[in-house]
């Protein structure tokens, strides 16, 4: 599995565990599922993300879009 693929697994993740919450417990953890969106369309255009960053260094293979 590249980076690529985990950074998308994990923000999809993230984004269901908050809707999740949001629906149990309370609204406010929808700015949790706004944070990733967020965070993913700005790496869209930066190529900055720091969950790739941290795989790169931990030695998982590059894919495409985080290098």
Sequence with gaps: MNIDR???AFAGTVVL???????WFSPWW???TAFVGLNLLQSAFTGFC???IMLRKSGFPAGQAFR
């Design 30 to 32: 929808l700015l949790l």
């Design 17 to 23: 565990l908050s809707v999740a919450l949001a629906h």
């Design 50 to 52: 720091p969950l790739a």
């Design 6 to 8: 985990i950074v998308l």
